[in-house]
């Protein structure tokens, strides 16, 4: 007969293993839990029940103590004693449970779902890869509670912050100072894992790939998040334009001018096609943004004047050469754009000696000078593309000269503030390489890669 102990990690941790044989304890909290011990030491939750309306006893197993601990061997052996209370065969549901999906069977499916209707299905595999799959990748659906799901949102900030500071003291020995400064956010991040994880599992049920019905990540409060508010400010406008203007790279020094005199989100600008833009009427037009809809930016005269000189020397270009997009990538073998700005921004922050400032920034920057210069909420909502149901209807009502005005307006501060424009004359930006300002790049020139 199996002798009674309240099963503490303590307590299971003193049992010392029978010479020979095995030895088999009951739980004193939880009816039909057993722990078995063998002489080699290794302990093993299993529960012990009928089913109802049967007479015959089934066991199964929960797994091995410590990698099973008490109070989850608790939760799991209450979840089977329902089962058998509701008359159903632990051995059939053993069964149907081996063919059940893991989480990361079903993240590969909702994956293949992403990559056709997502635009940026590359976010949810980091999110997946960093925080997800780590804690629930080799789990059955069936196997994920509300209970774990909840422990395991509470405690991600923490471990997110714990990673990217270990991350950043290694990058601090690698000359990247301007990203280890970069302000931690564990918990925003710990809210985009719920909310992906919530969706894997309102796909699976909607797509009958989990037939217990239930979503363990539904109703788990999120963190509250602290919105996002840096920009750049009158006094760092100067050093940034002269970081921007010795950037050797000159695709990389004129996309990061475009990013901040459009406004446009980083992902938009990085695709922006020739097809789409036009220098006679001044503007550029985005087919898809964030929102699903298209958009119409406005170009200011620097913008103008910056893809102007692009366009001129893609234009020099043989035919075979030229690239579909404004700010092509360095590599040969196929037409694409800049993959990735990372390496470039941190050498234009480090000039600058500038700190916590990240590339969608540079959206929020010409929002701040818009309304810094007398710009309404409406306007700068309709030029930045933001939508809001209360401010939908009045931003389709505006047409793009008083949009245009702002951002005119908003930009020739921040070049006046920063010295590099007077009144309404229009100045390029100096060669990295010169001493003087110029006012086109050299036709033909070979890009430096980032």
Partial sequence: MADSIDFTVRNIEAIKPP????????????????LRVTATGIKTFSFVGRPKGSSRVERVTFGKFPAVKPDEARR????????LAGGQSL?????????????????AEYLARLKVTAKRPDLAESVWRLHIEPA???RKLSEISHLDVGKWHRALPT??????????????????????????????????????LHAMFRWAIEQARIHHGAN??????????????????????APFFKALADEPNQ??????????????????????????????????????????????VTLTPEAVQILTNRKAERDALPSSERSAFAFPSDRKEEDAPIAEPKAAWRRVLTRAGLSNLRIHDLRRTLGSWQARTGASLVIVGKSLNHKSQDSTRIYAQLDLDPVRQSVDRATSAMFEAAGVKSGAQVLALPSPTAKTPKTSAKKGSKQRSA
């Fill in 19 to 34: 010479e020979t044989g095995r030895l088999e304890f009951k739980d004193t909290k939880e009816p039909g839990l057993y």
């Fill in 76 to 83: 799991r052996a209450r979840e089977v004693a329902g089962q």
């Fill in 91 to 107: 051995a059939q549901a053993q069964r149907s449970k081996r063919g059940e999906l893991t989480l990361a069977e079903l993240f």
């Fill in 136 to 138: 629930f990748g080799r």
């Fill in 159 to 196: 471990e997110i912050v714990r990673r990217r500071e270990e991350a950043n003291k290694t990058r601090s020995t690698t000359s990247k100072p301007a990203e280890a400064t970069r302000t931690i956010d564990g918990k925003r991040a710990a809210n985009q894992a719920l909310g992906l």
């Fill in 216 to 237: 363990p990540a539904q109703g788990i409060e999120k963190f509250k998040e602290t919105h996002r508010d840096r920009f750049l400010q009158p006094d760092e406008l």
């Fill in 251 to 296: 695709v990389m020094r004129d996309f990061f001018l475009v990013a901040l005199l459009t406004g446009a989100r980083r992902s938009n600008v990085l695709a922006m096609r020739w097809a789409d833009v036009s220098l006679k009427r001044a503007e550029w037009r985005i087919p898809e943004t964030k929102n699903g809809e298209p958009q119409t």
